[in-house]
């Protein structure tokens, strides 16, 4: 065990070290400009990232006066997703959920490891049509997410390094809250 552990946290200092500071700079600005609502969306872990950054964006922020985002996850809802899987399929949760609501002020934070899950990217494409901005955080070689998104953070991973993939997703949401909080304490 200690052996794997020293293994896995020495990949991913690798990968902090290799973090694409530009794209978390680009995302900063755009929250900072934006006037609209911030949608988040992801499938498993990714959709306990969307509920963590909910949580630090929202939450965290408002309650210390510092911002106070329009802030959504849409995977946070069982029932309506289980409603929309079990009568128009699971590929339709997140485009529903939209359908109708984004706007061109708008942003859309969609976090996908494979960046090629159907219900992502179905999202994806209709915010884009209606012209919200896309925030793609993706792993492995990006999918088609990566192509998609106005603004990407990517973690270049072999396929299937979820693990390392979504530890990156999360330290992202950490860094921008965080950097935030100092921001207000200067």
Same mark, same amino acid.
């Given at each position: 065990?200690?052996?794997?552990?020293?293994?896995? /946290?020495?990949?991913?200092?690798?990968?902090?070290?290799?973090? *694409?500071?530009?794209?978390?700079? @680009?995302?900063?600005? $755009? $929250?900072?400009?934006?006037?609209?609502?911030?949608?988040?969306?992801?499938?498993?872990?990714?959709?306990?990232?969307?509920?963590?950054?909910?949580?630090?964006?929202?939450?965290?922020?408002?309650?210390?006066?510092?911002?106070?985002?329009?802030?959504?996850?849409?995977?946070?809802?069982?029932?309506?997703?289980?409603?929309?899987? %079990?009568? /128009?399929?699971?590929? %339709?949760?997140?485009?529903?959920?939209?359908?109708?609501?984004? @706007? @061109?002020? *708008? =942003? $859309? =934070?969609?976090?996908?490891?494979?960046? %090629?899950?159907?219900?992502? !990217?179905?999202?994806?494409?209709?915010?884009?049509?209606?012209?919200?901005?896309?925030?793609?955080? !993706?792993?492995? *070689?990006?999918? @088609?997410?990566?192509?998609?998104? *106005?603004?990407?953070?990517?973690?270049?991973?072999?396929?299937?390094?979820?693990?390392?993939? +979504?530890?990156?997703?999360?330290?992202?949401?950490?860094?921008?809250?965080?950097?935030?909080?100092?921001? +207000?304490?200067?």
């Amino acid at each position: 065990m200690k052996k794997f552990a020293k293994k896995y /946290i020495k990949h991913l200092i690798s990968v902090l070290q290799s973090s *694409d500071l530009e794209a978390i700079e @680009k995302i900063v600005t $755009l $929250l900072d400009k934006t006037k609209g609502t911030i949608y988040i969306i992801g499938n498993g872990g990714s959709a306990a990232t969307a509920s963590h950054m909910i949580n630090d964006l929202g939450v965290g922020l408002k309650r210390r006066n510092i911002k106070s985002f329009d802030v959504e996850s849409l995977s946070d809802n069982t029932p309506v997703c289980t409603a929309l899987a %079990n009568d /128009i399929g699971y590929k %339709n949760i997140f485009y529903m959920q939209l359908k109708d609501r984004i @706007k @061109k002020e *708008d =942003i $859309l =934070i969609a976090i996908s490891c494979s960046g %090629n899950s159907k219900n992502i !990217t179905k999202a994806v494409k209709y915010a884009k049509k209606e012209g919200a901005t896309i925030i793609g955080l !993706t792993g492995f *070689d990006g999918g @088609k997410l990566k192509k998609l998104s *106005d603004i990407n953070f990517h973690v270049a991973t072999k396929k299937g390094a979820y693990g390392i993939v +979504e530890d990156m997703h999360s330290i992202i949401n950490y860094i921008i809250y965080s950097y935030y909080i100092d921001l +207000e304490s200067k």
